[in-house]
Nanobody
Framework: QVELVESGGGLVQAGGSLRLSCSAS????????LGWFRQTPGKEREFVAV????????SYADSVKGRFTISRDNAKNTVYLQMNSLKPEDTAVYYC?????????????????????WGQGTQVTVSS
């Protein structure tokens, strides 16, 4: 059963914007935390942002803070990542992930090993 499906990736020029979407199964969407990670070849998966079940709590990697916004639409079982002022270093495969339970530990929420469900990823390429 596919739990998470990302869409919205593509090619954009530096300074541009993209909005990623992640459509989730009910089980995955009801998870305590929904997050976005990204990965480039030869590197570990990197935390980008996370949002709580209620949507009232969010957290961002320092590298994207002020440029990216994570949100969720509970009526559509969808989580979004609005990416503005994109930079070439944002180029990566972006993954949506769900963690069954929320954690008040910043390090736990940023650890990809703590997440239970993953999407297949969507490529984002930012040209200079």
């Amino acid at each position: 059963q596919v739990e998470l499906v990302e869409s919205g990736g593509g090619l954009v020029q530096a300074g541009g914007s993209l909005r990623l979407s992640c459509s989730a199964s009910i089980r995955a969407f009801d998870s305590g935390a929904l997050g976005w990670f990204r990965q480039t070849p030869g590197k570990e998966r990197e935390f980008v942002a996370v949002i709580s079940r209620s949507g009232g709590t969010t957290s961002y990697a320092d590298s994207v803070k002020g440029r990216f916004t994570i949100s969720r639409d509970n009526a559509k079982n969808t989580v979004y990542l609005q990416m503005n002022s994109l930079k070439p270093e944002d180029t990566a495969v972006y993954y949506c992930a769900a963690k069954r339970t929320w954690s008040y530990s910043r390090s736990v929420l940023r650890d990809s090993n703590e997440y239970d469900y993953w999407g297949q990823g969507t490529q984002v390429t930012v040209s200079s």
